[in-house]
């Protein structure tokens, strides 16, 4: 079976779906840019196990080239497709191949198109080519893009976060981003930092506490400083909170 065959499939599987669906387009998604079907996640599993042994059975060029095509496609759903055939090629992308692999994030619209591929395909990308692919978030970071912004940090949540590797950098993207003259005036970039900050705190917790107490003592927004204390309890956390 040909690649292109796959991909004809593989829509035609999401548009059925789509209109079997009781749930709206939009995934809760806010950006009107936003293009979906209606299709959940354990569908989405179920659509892509369907076709999984056909997509690996194709050369890898092939299957990268497949997964452009559907990320290509500006639809939530096809984008998922796209990730989870890139997933366990991650470590095999040199750093001549993120520009391709930029092109690609800058066709994602919507916070859960972001997080899935910073916490999974560029999360095995960052640990095998930090030095490389932080220049590209660094870009990222800098970006008018809200969706951009938002991955420059949620990169660093998640193992990453946990592996203390990163801390310094992640520290300063979010800097950037809370005193930028563009600032972080979307919630979801705060959200998106607050999350960078709760999670850096697994590996270096009283460091972060500290940039939280300075937050605060800023009177940053508290979209940021609330989300970043979401795991600490009782009197730590009123400490900080007053």
């Not at 779906?17 to 079907?37: I, T, W």
Request: glycine share 6%; aromatic share 10%.
């Amino acid at each position: 079976m040909n690649a292109d065959l796959i991909y004809q499939q593989l829509v035609n599987d999401l548009e059925t779906a789509g209109e079997q669906s009781p749930y709206p387009a939009d995934a809760n998604e806010p950006d009107p840019r936003y293009k979906a079907y209606g299709v959940r996640m354990p569908e989405r599993k179920a659509i892509f196990k369907e076709h999984k042994a056909a997509i690996r059975k194709l050369p890898r060029d092939q299957q990268v080239d497949l997964a452009e095509r559907l990320i290509q496609s500006g639809y939530g759903e096809q984008q998922t497709m796209g990730l989870y055939i890139l997933q366990p090629l991650a470590k095999t992308f040199a750093p001549d191949t993120f520009e391709r692999v930029d092109g690609w994030m800058r066709t994602l619209v919507g916070w859960s198109k972001v997080d899935e591929f910073a916490g999974t395909f560029l999360r095995d990308i960052l640990f095998q080519h930090p030095e490389p692919l932080l220049d590209w978030v660094r870009r990222w970071n800098g970006e008018p893009d809200i969706w951009l912004r938002r991955l420059s940090v949620v990169i660093f949540t998640r193992k990453v976060a946990k592996s203390g590797q990163f801390t310094d950098v992640a520290l300063e993207l979010c800097h950037n981003l809370i005193y930028s003259e563009a600032g972080a005036t979307e919630d979801l970039v705060q959200k998106g930092i607050g999350w960078a900050l709760k999670d850096l705190m697994k590996a270096d917790k009283e460091r972060i506490l500290d940039v939280v107490r300075q937050l605060r003592r800023d009177k940053i927004s508290s979209t940021i400083t609330l989300y970043a204390l979401r795991d600490l309890k009782g009197d730590e956390r009123k400490a900080i909170l007053n």
